[in-house]
C-alpha cells in the first residue's frame, strides 16, 4: 500500500509539535527594560562627573582679586550590576553584554574666579571633551561638556585671625552635563527557537547636573597648604537611551527591533574631600585632590594663577 508524501510529512510535523521562533516583541520589550537601566546609570555617572571636580583650597578671593586655572579631572561611578543581573528579561539574556563594573569619566576644566563684596567671590568653569573607549568587544564613543557656576564665601581667616586660625569657607555651586555615548557590542545569547548572534547598540542623551553645598579649611604653611572639606549634592537631570537590537550571524526571527527607555538623576550624595596645594611663586599654584563618595570617588590636578 502506498503512502502519501505528503500525509506522512504532516503526521511527522504534528508529532513533532509547533517550531517556535522568538518573538521580536519580546525583545524589543527587553531592550525598552534595558534602555531604561542604561540611563539611570548615565544619568547618575554625569552628573556626578559634572560636580566632582575641580576640589581646591579654601581662601576666597578679595574684591577685584582674580585667579584663573586648568584642571584634569576624572571620576568614576561603580555601575550597578547587582541590579543589572536582576533586570526582568524575558529573551535577552545578561551573559551576552559586557558590562563594565564602573564608569570612568576624564574631562579637562578651564575655571576662573573673581572676588565680590562681603568676603564673597564668583567662579565659573567650562570642559569639553569627546573620546572614544574599547572594552573587549564593547566599543564606546563619549562626547560630554560641563558647565558651572560656584559663590564661595570665607567663613574664617584672613586678617589677624588668618595668622593662626584656617581659612574655612562655605560654596554653593551649580553644575550641568550635556552629552551623548553611543555603545557597541557583539551579543550572543539563547532565545526561543535557538541562538541569537546580533549587534547591539546603545545610544545615550544626557542633560544632567547638580546643586551642590561644601565646606572647606584649609592651611598655608610656607610653601605647602592641605585642605579638607565636605559637601553634599542633589544630583538632578535626566538621560534618554536608544537600543537597537540587530540580527547578523543568526536566523532566529528577531530582525531588527528598537526601544527607548529614560531615567532621571534622582539621588543624594554625601561626599568628603581632600588634598594639598604648593606655591612655588605667589601667582603660581600647582593643586592635587580628591573626592570620595559611597559609590563614586573623583580626582583632580591642576593649576592656578591666583592675584588677591
Known amino acids: 500500500m502506498k503512502i502519501n508524501k505528503t500525509l506522512l510529512v504532516s503526521l511527522m510535523g504534528f508529532l513533532a509539535g509547533p517550531v517556535w521562533a522568538a518573538d521580536p516583541a519580546v525583545i524589543q520589550a527587553d531592550s525598552e527594560v534595558l534602555a531604561k537601566w542604561f540611563s539611570g546609570e548615565v544619568a547618575h555617572a554625569t552628573a556626578f562627573n559634572a560636580a566632582a571636580n575641580p576640589q581646591i583650597p579654601a581662601d576666597v578671593h578679595n574684591l577685584l582679586g582674580v585667579e584663573v586655572g586648568l584642571s584634569a579631572g576624572m571620576s568614576s561611578t561603580n555601575v550597578d550590576t547587582d541590579g543589572f543581573n536582576n533586570l526582568p528579561l524575558t529573551e535577552l539574556d545578561q551573559s551576552g553584554f559586557d558590562m563594565p563594573s564602573d564608569v570612568v569619566m576624564a574631562m579637562p576644566i578651564v575655571h576662573a574666579k573673581v572676588g565680590l563684596p562681603f568676603d564673597l567671590d564668583l567662579g565659573v568653569k567650562y570642559g569639553h571633551l569627546k573620546y572614544d573607549d574599547t572594552n573587549k568587544d564593547a566599543k564606546s564613543e563619549v562626547e560630554n561638556a560641563v558647565f558651572g557656576v560656584e559663590i564661595r564665601r570665607r567663613l574664617m581667616g584672613e586678617g589677624a585671625t588668618g595668622v593662626v586660625l584656617p ?142
Open 167 to 308: 581659612d574655612v569657607a562655605l560654596s554653593l555651586a551649580y553644575d550641568q552635563a550635556n552629552g551623548d555615548v553611543k555603545r557597541t557590542e557583539h551579543y550572543v545569547g539563547p532565545v526561543t527557537g535557538g541562538t541569537l548572534d546580533a549587534s547591539t547598540t546603545m545610544k545615550s542623551e544626557w542633560q544632567t547636573g547638580a546643586v551642590t553645598a561644601r565646606v572647606v579649611a584649609s592651611k598655608q604653611l610656607l610653601i605647602f597648604t592641605p585642605y579638607i572639606g565636605a559637601g553634599y549634592s542633589r544630583l538632578m537631570g535626566d538621560a534618554e537611551t536608544t537600543v537597537d537590537v540587530v540580527e547578523t550571524g543568526s536566523s532566529v526571527g528577531v530582525g531588527s527591533v528598537s526601544s527607548k527607555g529614560s531615567a532621571k538623576a534622582d539621588d543624594d550624595i554625601l561626599q568628603f574631600l581632600g588634598g594639598c596645594e604648593f606655591t612655588f611663586f605667589p601667582l603660581f599654584k600647582i593643586n592635587v585632590g580628591g573626592l570620595y563618595a559611597d559609590k563614586d570617588w573623583a580626582a583632580t590636578a591642576g593649576v592656578r594663577f591666583s592675584f588677591r
